[in-house]
Nanobody, 114 residues
Framework: QVQLVESGGGLVQPGGSLRLSCAAS????????MSWYRQAPGKQRELVAA????????NYADFVKGRFTISRDNAKNTVDLQMNNLNPEDTAVYYC???????WGQGTQVTVSS
């Protein structure tokens, strides 16, 4: 079965950085477009960034453009999200998703606070 396991979340001060990673198994990773979503308390889950199966095309939500970078390593079956210049509004549970098969990870908490 498909498994997506996120890691790298934590507590960071405003202006700081975190790198999230998602390890995938149970699917042909190189054939899957992947994405990161987030859900803040009391809010709907929203798309943060997406990357094509080959990694040549990326898309970002306007609120993270210029701060976050999505990347993937098809040899290691991982997709990462580098997050820079974090602010308190970025506090949320971040989820990895296979856009192709529709599977979700369990999420990793990111808290931005001084």
């Amino acid at each position: 079965q498909v498994q997506l396991v996120e890691s790298g979340g934590g507590l960071v001060q405003p202006g700081g950085s975190l790198r999230l990673s998602c390890a995938a198994s149970g699917l042909i990773f190189r054939n899957n477009a992947m994405s990161w979503y987030r859900q803040a308390p009391g809010k709907q889950r929203e798309l943060v960034a997406a990357i094509s199966s080959g990694g040549t095309s990326t898309n970002y939500a306007d609120f993270v453009k210029g701060r976050f970078t999505i990347s993937r390593d098809n040899a290691k079956n991982t997709v990462d999200l580098q997050m820079n210049n974090l602010n308190p509004e970025d506090t949320a549970v971040y989820y990895c998703r296979s856009q192709t098969v529709g599977s979700w990870g369990q999420g990793t908490q990111v808290t931005v606070s001084s």
